[in-house]
């Protein structure tokens, strides 16, 4: 597919990519077989902020994790709170994939799920029973969710909007239609590549919105959330440099507007 350098004029759009032959074993491959520094720092603190928003609040909500693709952490940090959670996602390879990690899903997530028992919320339960329980794979699009009311509790969004499409305005878009379908006060986290040139998986090349910055991340989310200062993260040191083609990871964590 895609894509080649990132051109302003013609930007390759989310509608332009072959996502049904995404190959989850090659993006696993890539990223998350062995857990990295990185990543290690993000389930971190996407597992503090959500045990001090939602601590006492029972296993009753409804999470969403959109742009799921094979990557279960986001998932897997929503998990003690939530009696359903949508896994979002357009590739029938993804959707396949993550069918398959539903009765029981698979060895290498599990020192993801140990930093997450790290706090005590985290504890207490059989993770793979209520992941098999709570977790619903549903193919859609990011962009009809501006379409639906709001209606989740909780939402993740990792590596998505700034990793599906070159366009600045759809990545805006992207951000604008996770925000949308969150219920006031809930809260969310969401990671993005910084100053992306795409990404390759198996054969194939991905595409990327390259003007990303913390700068940008926070005006797509300005008019929807309230993002504290020392909730927004950028992780650019060598250690984090783990994926090529970028200058760093931005993490926010936030809280939707009332
Ligand atoms: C870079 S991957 C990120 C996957 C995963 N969230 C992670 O943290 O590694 C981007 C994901 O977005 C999915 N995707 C692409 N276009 C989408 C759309 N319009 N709506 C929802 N998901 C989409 C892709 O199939 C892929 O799984």
Known sequence: MTSGPHTAEQPTLNKDVPWDSFDPGAYIGNNYLDMKAVDEEIVSRVRDHFSDRLRGSGRVLAGIDVGAGPNLYPSLAMLPWCERITLLEWSAN??????????????????????????????????KAYFRRAAEPVQGSLFDLCRKDPQWDVGTMFFVAESITESLEEFRRGVSCFMHVLRPGAPFAAAFMEHSEGYRVGDLEFPATYEID?????????????????????????????????????????????
Request: glycine content about 6%.
């Open 94 to 127: 993804n959707i396949e994939y993550l069918e398959r990690q539903r009765p029981s899903y698979d060895a290498h997530w599990e020192p993801f799920w140990k930093v997450l028992r790290e706090d005590r919320a985290y504890r207490g339960f059989d993770p």
């Open 214 to 258: 913390t700068t940008e991340v926070l005006t797509a989310f300005q008019k929807f959330a309230y993002i504290d200062k020392k909730d927004v993260h950028r992780m650019a040191d060598v250690g984090h440099l783990v994926r090529h083609g970028h200058t760093g990871m931005i993490l926010v964590c936030g809280r939707r507007k009332e």
